[in-house]
């Protein structure tokens, strides 16, 4: 069956990350990939001296209704980076009208890291994302999306007591398949926890150090192409981990490239993981 999925998140013109990851790598895996562009940026806000900023908030409603009228809908919705609690109500409209019936809704509640919210965020979004990601079939957050989730205290180092407690809570919350990325219970190792229909499973593979702005993106639509070809939330998330990690390889020693990963030269290694060619 030839897929048509939804992705929203905003377009960061230069810098390898939400959307201009999402569409290559979607269309890569072979679905027919229909955005929804959140707010338009020159370049993303890590590392760059400045940037501009377009936001198209209200567009969303109008571009939902075009939809409407031409009885335009999708297999999946795939949600990245939203800016503000009006765009998550949006998109719960979007969802609600859009995705056909039996079809998945995947969001990745992109609003934090190392134990803090990204910039313009605060407490009533948490709020809001909250309702949005106990509404999706699948979610991706990393610890700290995963604390504030829940309202739990966010630990730097933690074992899998302190995992399984925040899976608790968001199965508790409402969540139903949750893949926890990044989930590093020794220093050189990292990997993912995917938990469904009760049980557990991790994959675990080597760290590389450093820090590699737009790998969450890239694993987010990696994972959700993955999906949408059949495979099983952990084969899925298995096989995003290890396209990120070649993302990663690719790019490492080039002092030059700090603004992304050079995921175009490894979708070859994901066509062919993903038994496309």
């Not at 079939?137 to 504030?148: C, K, Q, V, Y």
């Not at 399984?164 to 990325?181: P, Q, Y």
């Not at 002092?255 to 979708?267: I, N, R, T």
Request: with cysteine; net charge negative.
């Amino acid at each position: 069956m030839y897929k048509r999925i939804l992705t929203i998140q905003d377009v960061s013109c230069v810098g390898q990350c939400s959307l201009t990851a999402a569409l290559p790598i979607l269309s890569a895996a072979g679905l027919e990939t229909a955005i929804l562009p959140s707010a338009v940026l020159s370049n993303h806000t890590g590392g760059f001296s400045g940037w501009t900023f377009t936001d198209l908030t209200e567009d969303m409603p109008k571009i939902r209704e075009r939809w409407e009228l031409e009885n335009i809908e999708f297999a999946a919705v795939y949600t990245g980076y939203l800016g503000s609690a009006k765009q998550i109500d949006y998109v719960k409209d979007i969802v609600k009208s859009r995705l056909v019936s039996g079809g998945r809704f995947i969001a990745d509640p992109a609003m934090a890291d190392n134990g803090k919210l990204y910039t313009g965020f605060d407490a009533n979004f948490v709020e809001e994302m909250k309702k949005l990601c106990f509404s999706a079939d699948i979610i991706l957050p990393n610890i700290t999306e995963a604390a504030l989730l829940t309202d739990s205290k966010y630990k730097e180092t933690y074992d899998r007591t302190y995992t399984d407690m925040l899976t608790e809570k968001l199965l508790k919350s409402g969540a139903k398949t949750i893949v926890f990325t990044g989930i590093s219970y020794k220093p050189e190792t990292t990997g993912v926890l995917v938990v469904e229909n009760g049980e557990s499973k991790y994959y675990e593979h080597r760290r590389i150090a450093g820090g590699f702005h737009g790998t969450g993106d890239v694993y987010a639509s990696a994972f959700v192409g993955a999906l949408e070809n059949g495979f099983p939330a952990f084969d899925s998330a298995k096989i995003a981990a290890d396209y990120t990690l070649e993302c990663i390889e690719k790019t490492k020693s080039d002092d030059q490239h700090w603004y992304g990963v050079k995921f175009e030269s490894a979708l070859p290694f994901y066509i062919k993981a993903l038994k496309l060619l």
